[in-house]
Nanobody, 124 residues
């Protein structure tokens, strides 16, 4: 079972940047997917970006494409989310998640491991 711990959230003004990190520990077995989701009160958990353990496949939600970049450092077992050109609509709790397998899924229910979340607040 993977354990995930996020960090890097904070408060920024619109147009600013943040980089989220997710430290992965515990048992990992290729292939797997790592992903970032976000959720604000009253809404469902929303897929943001995903990356395959090989690093050769990534997916992004249309809402963040061109502004956010997902990456991973497999040697350090850290997943990143670089967030640029932040907008107030990006305000949410951000979670990293993991699932085993080769197929990509953007629905949160497919992911079995979750971190505790890190809050991102973007002011106008």
């Amino acid at each position: 079972q993977m354990q995930l711990v996020e960090s890097g959230g904070g408060s920024v003004q619109a147009g600013g940047s943040l980089r989220l990190s997710c430290v992965v520990s515990g048992y990992t077995s290729d292939p797997y997917w790592m992903a970032w989701f976000r959720q604000d009160p009253g809404n469902q958990r929303e897929f943001i970006a995903g990356i395959h353990s090989s690093g050769d496949r990534t997916y992004y939600a249309d809402s963040v494409k061109g502004r956010f970049t997902i990456s991973q450092d497999n040697a350090k077992n850290i997943l990143y989310l670089q967030m640029d050109s932040l907008m107030p609509g990006d305000t949410a709790m951000y979670y990293c998640a993991a699932r085993y397998g080769t197929d990509f899924h953007l629905e949160w229910s497919w992911y079995f491991s979750w971190g505790q979340g890190t809050q991102v607040t973007v002011s106008s």
